[in-house]
């Protein structure tokens, strides 16, 4: 279950023109001279500073935006969040065979598993239980058939067989963690965390950020968002949602202090002409979901509105609206594929 931004934040540039950039540029000369190591600070007055930083990280760029009294203090603060990212990354990393999670799905079970993997776990199978299903991060064998047969060249679509022998291998129920092991029921499976662990690593860079003293913060990855405190002047965070159509406006704005936000959309990553196979896969049928086009999750924490970002876009939008309207602290809004927006009871817009 991968995941792309979709938000932009006043405080940091979007994704989107980062990769403008990068493109133009080559991402070692974007990384090195857009972004340069040392942090930007504005001071505000006597008493506050604005610091903020943006580095790649988790396959996306990360922006952290801090209120602090002191700059060496944010600074510093600054320094051990991103130390943080880059330590869980390298746990999480699914494409390095030498991670934990490389080696268990290359070897199917995996002992003395961290314990920041095993959290992950555990969330990611709760929430598979919770939603019935709708959120797997088993779906990695149907995501490497897509990834496989159109990276040749080839438009023709996986053939039923192909797709049906992928999909045995799926099901969240067929992963058994007991203690510090995990293993899979069946040989050939394997997980991706990408709808999740973007969210924990975020939080986990917040809680970093807050235990050091910062408690005015933004941080955002790629599009899941974590927010805590006010920026200056005590005034709330800013979050626009991005236009799934890319026609240049905001479809809606929100207003933060401690919270999360996160997206699930289909028009960033795609593996066919037509745009019929995308990054989000529903493990019962196989496909990419097509009722929706962008999903956006309110929650207290980034893990748990990343993971239900993906699993409000697998059901229709208003089976998924109504699925989040039955959980405390969540909100919603879905811009569906012909550009209608459905949002839960609580969804508060500050701009239209």
Known sequence: MEKEGTFQSAEGMDRRSFLKISGLLGVGLAATSIFPPGAEAVRFNRKMYKVSKTRLAMGTFVSMTLIHPSRDQAE????????????????MNRFDDGTAVGHLNREGVLKDVPTEVVQVLSMALRHHRLTDGAFDITVKPVVDLFKNKFSSGNPAPPSESELARALSLVGAK???????T???????????LD????????????????????????????????????KRG?????????????????????????????????????????KMFHHIVNPRTGLSPELSS??????????????????????????????IDSLPNCECFVIDRRGNRVKSRGWKSTAV
């Open 76 to 91: 510093e603060a600054m320094g051990r969040a991103f130390e943080e990212v880059e330590r869980l990354t390298r746990l």
């Open 294 to 323: 962008s999903v956006s999750v309110l929650a207290r924490r980034a893990v748990d509105a990343d993971a239900l970002s993906t699993t409000v876009f697998v059901m229709n939008p208003v089976r998924g609206t109504r699925f």
């Open 174 to 180: 067929y992963v058994e963690l007991r203690g510090r």
């Open 234 to 274: 005590g005034r709330p965070w800013s979050v626009a949602i991005q236009d799934p159509r890319k026609k240049g406006h905001y479809p809606d704005v929100i207003r933060m202090t401690d919270g999360a936000i996160a997206t699930s959309g289909n028009y960033e990553v795609y593996y066919d002409r037509e």
């Open 182 to 192: 995990v293993r899979f029921g069946k040989p050939g499976m394997g997980i991706t």
């Open 195 to 230: 709808g999740i662990a973007k969210g924990y690593i975020v939080d986990r860079a917040s809680d970093v950020l807050a235990a050091h003293g910062v408690g005015n913060h933004l941080i955002n990855a790629g599009g899941d968002i974590r927010t805590m405190g006010t």
